[in-house]
């Protein structure tokens, strides 16, 4: 199975604050990567696939990044609505695997 | 408005069976492959089980292959999880979720609100 590692776990920001969130992978997936945001007790939502396609809907402050074994979800500008979870998924091989999320908390 | 609707959790004895259902609306069921995947109390995300758009093709993580089986009905619009030889390990929140395109590469782009799973030992 390929591992996800995403860092770091918790990260604090305060509103307005650019933030980076990095996902390592065991090997190679290419551009395989999906970002999804989960808030208390809501399902996760999808906001980013293959690696850098923004999904309908989802604020322009959101960007995605990377290649092969590295990548990088980044908020431009924190909202107070993007305090949430944040996780990176495969969809290179599978079984698809998830990061163990991101944390974004309010400084 | 797109929706899915899974029932079918509640508490059960370890070593017992339960059959989890997600019912869809809103949207061409059989435009999309379907998942489950489950989040254990106070964890992170995990792909369980999915199906392409017509049943030819379905996979399992590695924890649950062999004891789980996912299914479809496309003229009625669900999806199921028949769970057998559950453990504690099994626990958690499941949720029920739709991938554009083929089974394979899937994106999660909507997900159920999820119906939760409780295995005592």
């Known amino acids: 199975d390929i591992q996800m590692t995403q860092s770091p776990s918790s990260l604090s920001a305060s509103v307005g604050d650019r933030v980076t969130i990095t996902c390592r992978t065991s090997q190679d997936i290419r551009n395989y990567v999906n970002w999804y945001q989960q808030k208390p007790g809501e399902a996760p939502k999808l906001l980013m696939y293959f690696t850098s396609n923004l999904k309908g809907g989802v604020p322009a402050r959101f960007s995605g990044s990377g290649s092969k074994t590295e990548f990088t979800l980044t908020i431009g500008g924190l909202q107070p609505e993007d305090f949430a979870i944040y996780y990176c998924q495969q969809s290179y091989s599978a079984p698809w695997t998830f990061g163990h999320g991101t944390q974004v908390e309010i400084k | 408005e797109v929706q899915l609707v899974e029932s079918g959790g509640g508490f059960i004895q370890s070593g017992r069976s339960l059959r989890l259902s997600c019912a869809a609306s809103?949207?061409?069921?059989?435009?999309?492959?379907m998942h489950w995947l489950r989040q254990g109390p106070g964890k992170g995300l995990e792909w369980v089980a999915g199906?392409?758009?017509?049943?030819?093709?379905?996979g399992y993580g590695g924890s649950v292959e062999g004891r789980f089986t996912i299914s479809r009905d496309n003229a009625r619009k669900t999806l199921s999880l028949q769970m057998n030889s559950l453990t504690g390990d099994d626990s958690g929140l499941y949720f029920c979720a739709r991938a554009p395109g083929g089974y394979s590469s899937p994106r999660f782009d909507f997900w159920g609100q999820g119906t939760r799973v409780n295995v005592s030992s």
């Open positions: 809103g949207f061409r069921f059989d435009d999309f492959s």
């Open positions: 199906i392409s758009w017509n049943s030819d093709t379905s």
